[in-house]
């Protein structure tokens, strides 16, 4: 490759890793995606910066600007590690990534201008840079097997990229110690153009990986948003028969409630609907902390919940639902402290095919429990 190719090669390199950041950075601007996405934008765009910058320095302007660039580098490398910690839901340690990015850019600064070592400047360089990725590899190792397929992908790769800040200390400590001696230009030398051509390759294919975990998070919450009742979270009536479709009825129990608050227009009337909307959510998180495993729990609309569980017979079921009458009645809602009840009706579920029915059956016992004087539990059950 001749000098002129390999110079537009060379800025290619960090351009393509900018514009990569910019997207990612946009996608998290103008189209809402994960706040990760964000984070791991700077982490490209910070860094390229410093690259292409260096790409067109030769060496004494490369020892000039050496702090300077590598704060660039070191500060991509801490918001990359910090956006892998968002993705894995993690707390990163930002005050050891302090101490490292502090403790080499001492060391950089007195190899750049007390005792000028271009090699050894590249050595602690890429130590640190993957020092400060290191910080989030317990949680990474922790957190993979358990992770969704594209979600692990970008663990991987993270991981690879990471190793190579490592690889690359080790040939320039070994392979680049003479360059200081033989004045050799480090950015039109065959290792800074394998460099960059590794560089390229991994953190195109890291995009691509990312792209992919981009677009699964964007289907992923817009389902979410599809089967989910936006004030409190819970499932929705299309939710929930999509849920209850997957359900295997044959060795398992299962009953069904439907819960009514009473009164509930009249707290709209005299508080409002905003704090009628609070008492909503109010009752689906004392739900959902009481919750099972197996439970299913939706708002059909207005105040009416449903709660789909297992119970060993319909002693126990009755049971669970006095709990939750109890718990209900005990709980105080708002600043105002407004006090709840609800009417309920309580049916077994035979079969997946029985849903729709038994719906039918709970509103009717639910109305019944209303016309009895509210605050009830009406129950077909066989006690």
Request: net charge neutral.
């Amino acid at each position: 490759m001749n000098s002129l190719n390999a110079q537009y090669f060379i800025l290619i390199v960090p351009s393509c890793l900018f514009f990569i950041g910019l997207a990612f950075t946009c996608c998290r601007l103008f189209f809402k995606a994960d706040i990760f996405l964000l984070w791991i934008g700077l982490a490209y765009t910070i860094p390229s910066i410093a690259l292409f910058a260096q790409c067109l320095m030769s060496n004494p302007q490369l020892t000039l600007a050496a702090p300077f660039t590598s704060v660039l580098y070191l500060l991509g490398s801490w918001i990359g590690a910090y956006a892998i910690s968002l993705k894995l839901n993690t707390t990163f340690q930002h005050r050891i990534a302090f101490l490292i990015f502090f403790s080499a850019l001492i060391a950089l600064t007195y190899y750049s201008y007390i005792a000028p070592q271009i090699w050894l400047r590249l050595v602690i360089l890429n130590i640190a840079l993957g020092s400060i990725g290191v910080l989030v590899f317990p949680d990474l190792f922790r957190q993979l097997s358990n992770s969704r397929s594209f979600d692990r992908w970008v663990f991987i790769f993270y991981f690879i990229n990471v190793l190579y800040s490592f690889v690359r200390a080790t040939i320039n400590f070994f392979f680049l110690d003479n360059i200081d001696h033989n004045h050799i230009a480090l950015t039109s030398s065959n290792w800074w153009l394998l460099g960059m051509s590794i560089n390229i390759i991994l953190n195109i294919l890291f995009a691509i990986v990312l792209s992919g975990c981009a677009i699964k998070d964007v289907v992923y919450h817009l389902n979410n948003d599809r089967l989910h009742d936006p004030l409190t979270h819970l499932l929705n009536r299309r939710g929930f028969f999509e849920k209850t479709a997957s359900l295997s009825f044959t060795s398992q129990s299962y009953f069904l409630v439907s819960l009514d608050l009473d009164h509930f227009k009249s707290i709209n009337d005299t508080w409002g609907h905003y704090i009628g909307d609070q008492i909503l959510y109010g009752v689906s998180q004392m739900m959902l902390k009481d919750k099972q495993a197996e439970d299913l729990i939706a708002r059909f609309g207005g105040e009416e919940f449903i709660c789909l569980f297992i119970a060993e017979d319909a002693a126990a079921a009755l049971m669970r639902i006095e709990h939750y009458k109890t718990l209900l009645e005990q709980t105080t809602f708002t600043n105002y402290q407004i006090k709840m009840t609800a009417s309920y009706g309580l049916t077994h579920i035979h079969n997946v095919h029985d849903i729709e029915y038994a719906l039918q059956r709970a509103d009717d016992l639910l109305y019944q429990a209303k016309t009895n004087g509210r605050n009830q539990i009406s129950f077909d059950l066989m006690l």
